[in-house]
């Protein structure tokens, strides 16, 4: 449930509350153990929204926490799955969206997770930080779309997303580097070329173009899971 108020100066505070249900359904846990029990949340959280006179700027900053109970974590070194018992999540996050002018646009996002097992069956975790969970993430997307003249239809983007240091196991003895991505994208309206055409539109999106390596997270010392290399994928996309 949630409450919003919109004033008239573009200014909308907001409040929500939330719960959530999840079946537990991992299989691999420690020889002659129960099933897990389904884990459970609750989630506060409040925030404010901003829209620019010209409804062309949208900006939103928020702070939560949640709290789940009977969550499970996979233990590198038992090779099967255990119930951490208690966690809390608590961060802030930030977001603008904006259409600075006709041609060009962009979106921003930051957000800070802080994470802590509060109670537990395992021995060194209690206090630690979860794994695979970056205490720092922020992306960048900017776009322009060409709306006139010789490239009347064509657009590109280009973006760069940070993933900041995360833990690499329950015990917090070993962590992952954070890393930073590139992308990029072009794509143009056929419509432009044939009437015949029109609501067809070709694209093309590059990811991590400068083709890094990297670990992208770690659920332990033999249990590290490398990033996506490269990757270019073209589209066609047809709308009427």
């Not at 720092?136 to 709306?147: I, L, R, V």
């Amino acid at each position: 449930m949630g409450l919003l108020y919109a004033f008239d100066n573009g200014i909308s505070p907001y409040i929500s509350y939330s719960t959530s249900f999840e079946p537990n359904l991992q299989t691999r846990r420690a020889p002659g153990s129960a099933p897990f029990e389904p884990s459970e949340g609750r989630q506060l959280e409040a925030g404010i929204k901003y829209l620019t006179p010209n409804e062309q700027t949208l900006a939103t900053l928020s702070i939560y926490q949640l709290q789940q109970r009977n969550v499970t974590n996979y233990n590198a070194e038992k090779a099967y799955f255990e119930p951490v018992g208690e966690i809390r999540s608590r961060g802030i996050e930030a977001q603008i969206n904006s259409q600075l002018t006709e041609n060009i646009s962009f979106i921003s996002s930051y957000a800070y997770t802080d994470t802590e097992v509060r109670k537990t069956i395992t021995a060194g975790t209690q206090g630690k930080e979860l794994p695979r969970v970056p205490k720092h993430m922020a992306s960048f997307w900017g776009q322009y779309d060409e709306t006139s003249g010789l490239f009347n239809g064509a657009k590109a983007g280009f973006g760069v997303r940070y993933i900041g240091v995360s833990q690499g196991d329950t015990k917090n003895t070993i962590s992952v580097p954070a890393v930073t991505l590139y992308d990029a994208m072009v794509g143009y309206s056929l419509g432009e070329l044939s009437s015949s055409l029109k609501g067809a539109e070709v694209q093309l999106n590059m990811n991590n173009i400068a083709n890094k390596h990297y670990v992208a997270s770690c659920a332990g010392e033999t249990a590290c899971f490398y990033g996506i290399g490269r990757t270019m994928t073209a589209t066609i996309n047809y709308r009427w």
